[in-house]
């Protein structure tokens, strides 16, 4: 007798019980069917049915973990991506507004204000779903970097398993290759040349709000705190205790000495 089971068709010699012969009577043309796996599963392959249930459990719960981490990342990357021209928009309109201002004045002002505050309106909409992404896929990196810190680190990576694997040096200077990319020029010519210490991080408050002396110090200590707090969202994906206190910490201290 053959049967389609979540395992594989099976073609066996176990003759299962009459309410199994029941539950099989549409196992014809390989059609989807109710029935007891356990008691079939444990006749078919004895121990080790339990071990192949689980295993594949895990596989199925790892690959819708997967899919929807990926399709989250993609969102956040055209989020912060739509912000981005958002931003732009909103601070070209606003010095057109200012140029029209200088020159005359005219009812027309009045339609840029009303643009200007749609925009506004909708960015602010945009930011709060990033937030809202962000603090399901990631409430580590948004425990320590903020949401839109972390938006903008996952985007500029490509996702948030790049950023995982990322190391801390790569992640402090991101967003900074341009400044990089120019010191090591004048470096190679023989000509003195300042490193670029932060990039994106340095829109944090505990970064920029440190004289420039101690920017360094922080910025190469929040990098390693992404770092470990990015792994952990997406191997682990739970909020883990106590980074954020062991970097405010570090900030506490650097500020008071």
Not at 112 to 121: A, P, Q, T, V
Request: net charge positive.
């Amino acid at each position: 007798m053959s049967y389609n089971l979540w395992f594989g068709n099976f073609n066996g010699d176990v003759e299962p019980s009459n309410n199994l012969k029941r539950s099989f009577k549409s196992a014809k043309n390989n059609s989807p069917i109710p029935f007891n796996i356990s008691e079939l599963g444990m006749k078919v392959l004895g121990g080790d049915y339990y071990n192949l249930l689980r295993k594949t459990a895990i596989e199925v719960a790892e690959e819708r973990v997967e899919k929807e981490l990926k399709s989250d990342d993609k969102y956040v990357i055209a989020l912060v991506k739509a912000l981005e021209e958002l931003e732009e928009a909103i601070n070209t309109l606003k010095e057109k507004k200012e140029d029209l201002e200088v020159v005359r004045e005219t009812e027309v002002i009045g339609e840029f204000i009303e643009g200007i505050s749609s925009l506004e309106k909708l960015k602010s909409k945009v930011e709060k779903e990033i937030e809202a992404v962000m603090e399901r896929i990631a409430p580590n990196l948004v425990e320590i970097a903020s949401p839109k810190i972390g938006a903008k680190l996952i985007e500029r990576f490509g996702s948030l398993e790049n950023l995982a694997k990322a190391p801390a040096s790569k992640i402090q200077i991101i967003g900074a290759e341009r400044s990089l990319y120019k010191a090591l020029a004048r470096l190679r010519k023989g000509k003195e040349a300042k490193m670029p210490k932060h990039g994106i991080i340095f829109m944090h408050g505990f970064v920029r709000n440190l004289p420039k002396s101690k920017r360094g110090k922080m910025a190469r200590f929040l990098a390693a705190k992404i770092s470990i707090a990015s792994k952990i969202d997406f191997f682990r994906g739970e909020l883990e205790e106590g980074l954020y206190e062991s970097l405010k910490n570090r900030y506490e201290e650097l500020r008071r000495t």
